[in-house]
């Protein structure tokens, strides 16, 4: 299972930014799916995730209500809608994915999968 994440770059605090994450060599549609990130100095952190059957999701506090994530089978990709970005969200973005999990698990922590891309670069100033 391959994945590429995209979609990141400069914004400013309260702009919004759709992420991307292209997933191949697997089947998508039995993922369990999640995204990471890592501030500079920092250990990389959850953001949210989201299982293979009835959508389920899952987000770290600091971004409920402002972060979306979605995946759409169809085109083998994960999405993460971030809105009202704050000078905090600046971090190298990170998708996940794992297999053969149960149809309504979400893993919160990098040791649940197996799977990741390279990441993408989210700079927010203020």
């Known amino acids: 299972v391959q994945l590429q994440a995209s979609g990141g770059g400069l914004v400013q605090a309260g702009d919004s930014l759709r992420l991307s994450c292209l997933v191949s060599g697997g089947t998508f549609s039995r993922l369990a799916l999640g995204w990471f990130r890592q501030a500079p100095g920092k250990e990389r952190a959850f953001v949210g995730a989201?299982?293979?059957?009835?959508?389920?999701?899952d987000y770290a506090g600091v971004v409920k209500g402002r972060f979306t994530i979605s995946r759409d089978n169809a085109k083998n990709t994960l999405y993460l809608q971030m809105s009202s970005l704050k000078p905090e969200d600046t971090a190298v973005y990170y998708c996940?994915?794992?297999?053969?999990?149960?149809?309504?698990?979400?893993?919160?922590?990098?040791?649940?999968?197996?799977?990741w891309g390279r990441g993408t670069l989210v700079t927010v100033s203020s």
């Open positions: 989201i299982s293979w059957t009835q959508g389920i999701t």
């Open positions: 996940a994915a794992d297999r053969d999990r149960f149809p309504t698990w979400t893993g919160w922590t990098t040791r649940d999968y197996e799977f």
